[in-house]
């Protein structure tokens, strides 16, 4: 956790990022959203960038996404989304009604804390770990070393030396099919995820189920899930959307462009 | 009119408690017998199909999760003060408040269980008992059921549980040497968020949270104690109904990062 200092507002935010994927393209969207300019800091996840000391001399946690602005520096994507929200010019990604808002902050801590780790679990086991293993074992073990919360480090562990058990991969897969069961009651009784209009839960929830109907195509599907689909396809569609994907470097957002492709637009 | 559906003044209740007396609004109160596991029946997943405490009704919408009641309460009582208006020092209350849940109640949780709750679940009738958690709909809830009426702890669970804890505490004391309080100059949502699992902790873990080794939490523990909405909620006969320290298993400890 980082406390961040008060700030003067006039300066060009930076916000060092990976893909437009998970907790990294929360606040890309968010700004792309508001309209805000910002200067883009890919930071290679799969290089290790994170947990080199020029990176941790901003973010002593060695967590991707960190957001610069003046002297501030926030890093939980989250409630960064309601920073930025608040503090730039834009159009609202927050509801107005109190009730709306619960909601909004009701998702996000299910996306944080149920849906999104059993989520992370499957992709790390079968994108992350297999992207970084073929590198020199030494240099693994020290990139290992390097990274300071034990929570991250042994997600890292257990990534790099695939030692995932098979009874967590399983639960984490029941997780996952439960989350889709609520999205698509949530979505069932209203339009948006908290209520009227697209908002912060949206964003927090497209970064964590964009690919969902490609990797999970047997469950997240016209037939099956057909609120969630059409939901997708709604967010697919805003322009802030595709001009997040333009900032990924790797397969990953190629990969959502088969996503929207595959899911058409409704009206075929 | 506000209905608060909440166990014990302790953890997530206690939050919410302190809240709504702050601001000052009435409610109605719902007792929840956690003891009993009425959280699981079906009346109260009606409420909140996770079975967790405390849940608050208004304008007949039930919503959960008591770190997002208080900002709701909060921000819709903006003369309460709770909130700071600043972009940045609300973004640190979220912070605080996020850092304390995902580290402080699991383990408060784990701890205060260990110590409290398996002495209350022996006197229990043990076949009843495992039918009952058998029967928890929630297969979340199940685990630290289970745990504590096996009182089935081991030196690793504890070991991190301990960890976390340290970890918040030493954050907080740092915090709280430079500040009366967590964020900014005012009492926020962020301190009431965090006083009841610190006040459960000093006895839950009071090797870790003491005078010696955090002697501003504790002052900063003493100074909410007195406000009157504090006092209010704790000393409440209409809240306390089981007389003994009461834990129950709070959220589940991180799965992946």
Same mark, same amino acid.
């Given at each position: 956790?980082?406390?961040?200092?008060?700030?003067?507002?006039?300066?060009?935010?930076?916000?060092?990022?990976?893909?437009?994927?998970?907790?990294?393209?929360?606040?890309?969207?968010?700004?792309?959203?508001?309209?805000?300019?910002?200067?883009?800091?890919?930071?290679?996840?799969?290089?290790?960038?994170?947990?080199?000391?020029?990176?941790?001399?901003?973010?002593?946690?060695?967590?991707?996404?960190?957001?610069?602005?003046?002297?501030?520096?926030?890093?939980?994507?989250?409630?960064?989304?309601?920073?930025?929200?608040?503090?730039?010019?834009?159009?609202?990604?927050?509801?107005?009604?109190?009730?709306?808002?619960?909601?909004?902050?009701?998702?996000?801590?299910?996306?944080?804390?149920?849906?999104?780790?059993?989520?992370?679990?499957?992709?790390?086991?079968? =994108? @992350?770990?297999? #992207?970084?293993?073929? +590198?020199?074992?030494?240099? *693994? %073990? &020290?990139?290992?070393? !390097?990274?300071?919360?034990?929570?991250?480090?042994?997600?890292?562990?257990?990534?790099?030396?695939?030692?995932?058990?098979?009874?967590?991969?399983?639960?984490?897969?029941?997780?996952?099919?439960?989350?889709?069961?609520?999205?698509?009651?949530?979505?069932?009784?209203?339009?948006?995820?908290?209520?009227?209009?697209?908002?912060?839960?949206?964003?927090?929830?497209?970064?964590?189920?964009?690919?969902?109907?490609?990797?999970?195509?047997? =469950? @997240?599907?016209? #037939?099956?899930?057909? +609120?969630?689909?059409?939901? *997708? %396809? &709604?967010?697919?569609? !805003?322009?802030?959307?595709?001009?997040?994907?333009?900032?990924?470097?790797?397969?990953?957002?190629?990969?959502?462009?088969?996503?929207?492709?595959?899911?058409?637009?409704?009206?075929? | 009119?506000?209905?608060?559906?909440?166990?014990?003044?302790?953890?997530?209740?206690?939050?919410?408690?302190?809240?709504?007396?702050?601001?000052?609004?009435?409610?109605?109160?719902?007792?929840?017998?956690?003891?009993?596991?009425?959280?699981?029946?079906?009346?109260?997943?009606?409420?909140?199909?996770?079975?967790?405490?405390?849940?608050?009704?208004?304008?007949?919408?039930?919503?959960?999760?008591?770190?997002?009641?208080?900002?709701?309460?909060?921000?819709?009582?903006?003369?309460?003060?709770?909130?700071?208006?600043?972009?940045?020092?609300?973004?640190?209350?979220?912070?605080?408040?996020?850092?304390?849940?995902?580290?402080?109640?699991?383990?408060?949780?784990?701890?205060?269980?260990?110590?409290?709750?398996?002495?209350?679940?022996?006197?229990?009738?043990?076949?009843?008992?495992?039918?009952?958690?058998?029967?928890?709909?929630?297969?979340?809830?199940?685990?630290?059921?289970?745990?504590?009426?096996?009182?089935?702890?081991?030196?690793?669970?504890?070991?991190?549980?301990?960890?976390?804890?340290?970890?918040?505490?030493?954050?907080?004391?740092?915090?709280?040497?430079?500040?009366?309080?967590?964020?900014?100059?005012?009492?926020?949502?962020?301190?009431?968020?965090?006083?009841?699992?610190?006040?459960?902790?000093?006895?839950?873990?009071?090797?870790?949270?003491?005078?010696?080794?955090?002697?501003?939490?504790?002052?900063?523990?003493?100074?909410?104690?007195?406000?009157?909405?504090?006092?209010?909620?704790?000393?409440?006969?209409?809240?306390?109904?089981?007389?003994?320290?009461?834990?129950?298993?709070?959220?589940?400890?991180?799965?992946?990062?």
């Amino acid at each position: 956790m980082h406390i961040a200092r008060r700030n003067s507002r006039s300066v060009k935010p930076e916000l060092y990022h990976w893909e437009p994927n998970a907790n990294s393209g929360k606040p890309i969207i968010a700004l792309l959203e508001k309209g805000v300019a910002f200067e883009s800091r890919y930071t290679d996840m799969l290089e290790f960038d994170h947990h080199k000391p020029a990176y941790l001399s901003i973010n002593p946690d060695g967590t991707i996404p960190t957001l610069v602005h003046g002297d501030s520096v926030l890093t939980e994507s989250t409630e960064m989304g309601e920073y930025i929200d608040a503090a730039f010019e834009g159009p609202a990604l927050r509801p107005e009604r109190a009730e709306e808002r619960w909601r909004m902050r009701w998702w996000g801590k299910y996306l944080d804390g149920y849906f999104g780790p059993s989520l992370s679990m499957i992709g790390w086991s079968v =994108f @992350v770990g297999p #992207a970084v293993r073929n +590198k020199d074992p030494e240099e *693994l %073990r &020290r990139n290992i070393e !390097r990274i300071p919360l034990k929570e991250r480090r042994d997600a890292w562990t257990k990534a790099i030396y695939n030692t995932f058990g098979e009874a967590e991969l399983a639960e984490s897969g029941r997780r996952v099919q439960h989350g889709i069961a609520v999205f698509e009651a949530g979505l069932g009784q209203r339009p948006w995820f908290a209520g009227n209009t697209y908002t912060l839960a949206d964003i927090n929830a497209f970064c964590m189920t964009y690919a969902l109907p490609l990797m999970q195509a047997e =469950f @997240v599907n016209a #037939a099956k899930t057909p +609120k969630l689909i059409d939901w *997708l %396809r &709604r967010v697919y569609a !805003r322009p802030a959307i595709a001009e997040a994907f333009r900032l990924g470097r790797t397969p990953m957002a190629a990969r959502a462009m088969d996503v929207r492709k595959l899911i058409g637009d409704g009206n075929a | 009119m506000l209905e608060l559906y909440h166990w014990e003044p302790v953890g997530h209740c206690a939050r919410v408690l302190i809240c709504l007396h702050e601001i000052g609004d009435s409610y109605r109160s719902h007792y929840v017998d956690a003891l009993l596991f009425e959280q699981y029946s079906a009346d109260f997943l009606e409420l909140n199909p996770l079975g967790q405490l405390p849940v608050l009704k208004s304008d007949g919408v039930a919503m959960s999760e008591s770190t997002l009641l208080n900002e709701y309460l909060a921000e819709s009582h903006p003369e309460s003060n709770l909130l700071p208006a600043d972009p940045i020092d609300r973004y640190n209350v979220q912070v605080w408040s996020k850092f304390v849940d995902y580290n402080l109640a699991s383990s408060l949780g784990t701890l205060g269980c260990r110590k409290y709750l398996v002495p209350v679940l022996k006197a229990f009738d043990q076949a009843e008992l495992k039918r009952k958690i058998a029967a928890i709909p929630v297969p979340e809830r199940k685990g630290g059921w289970e745990r504590a009426a096996a009182n089935d702890y081991d030196d690793e669970l504890i070991a991190n549980a301990e960890r976390k804890v340290k970890l918040v505490v030493d954050r907080m004391e740092a915090a709280l040497t430079e500040s009366h309080w967590l964020v900014g100059k005012n009492y926020s949502i962020a301190d009431i968020n965090a006083f009841p699992m610190i006040s459960g902790l000093r006895a839950a873990a009071p090797h870790i949270v003491n005078e010696n080794d955090a002697p501003h939490v504790i002052g900063w523990t003493a100074r909410i104690a007195q406000r009157p909405a504090v006092r209010a909620v704790l000393s409440s006969r209409d809240l306390k109904r089981r007389k003994d320290t009461v834990f129950i298993p709070g959220p589940e400890h991180s799965r992946w990062g």
